[in-house]
């Protein structure tokens, strides 16, 4: 469940990564994956209640569609629809447990704020390859930007919480073994704009550990009922 826990928090990136790869290969694997009408629930079926809050079936049909999608690009068996159903389930709890707990805190993310990370995206790669993505991926632009700002409130509450240190040993290491991968296209970047990329990257790594630890002591003392 860590694995899934950390695919929450790179989705929206994976989302265009991925899309953008095989759009570079000539590939569209996701294309092939059908998500069925059975699959899918009424927009306004309750799907889970956390605590308080009941998750209805518009947010589990995002959700679900991405992590079968996902799940078939990383290899997976998507045939178990159980499994599938199962996961997207449980990311939707875990990310409401980590709303709440921001929420809290103090924490929050403006529509404002989601704007200009869409509005970056598309600087980064253009209008039609982030049309392709969202179709893809089965999401409207807005409904991408709703899942948008539980990502950043999830990276912000990391950040709030988690204090961690990555050493220059550490970095020394990831980017030797990335050397080694690819030694040309290394060679190429700036050293310590790739060491800056790369304690970014040992960071996220170090706090998506503690925030799966912080998540599984929200579910115990959390009353969570699945619905569906």
Do not use: W
């Amino acid at each position: 469940m860590k694995k899934i826990l950390t695919f929450l928090m790179i989705l929206t990136l994976a989302l265009f990564l991925v899309a953008c790869n095989d759009d570079e290969n000539g590939t569209d694997d996701t294309g092939q994956v059908e998500i069925t009408n059975d699959e899918r629930l009424d927009e306004d079926e309750s799907v889970v209640r956390v605590n308080d809050t009941e998750i209805k079936g518009d947010k589990y049909n995002q959700i679900y569609t991405q992590v079968k999608l996902m799940m078939d690009q990383y290899g997976q068996d998507v045939s178990d629809l159980d499994l599938v159903k199962e996961q997207s389930v449980s990311i939707l709890v875990e990310q409401e447990l980590i709303n709440q707990d921001a929420k809290n805190l103090g924490i929050e993310v403006t529509d404002e704020e989601a704007q200009i990370e869409i509005d970056t995206m598309k600087e980064e790669t253009d209008e039609e390859q982030f049309s392709q993505v969202l179709k893809t991926y089965q999401i409207t632009e807005d409904e991408f930007k709703n899942q948008l700002v539980d990502d950043l409130v999830t990276v912000k509450y990391m950040d709030h919480e988690f204090d961690v240190e990555v050493t220059d040993e550490e970095i020394e290491e990831y980017y030797n073994q990335l050397k080694e991968q690819n030694p040309e296209r290394i060679a190429e970047l700036d050293t310590e704009e790739v060491e800056e990329e790369i304690k970014s990257i040992l960071s996220r790594q170090e706090q998506s550990e503690q925030l799966a630890e912080r998540v599984a002591e929200l579910r115990e003392s959390a009353e969570i009922e699945i619905l569906i």
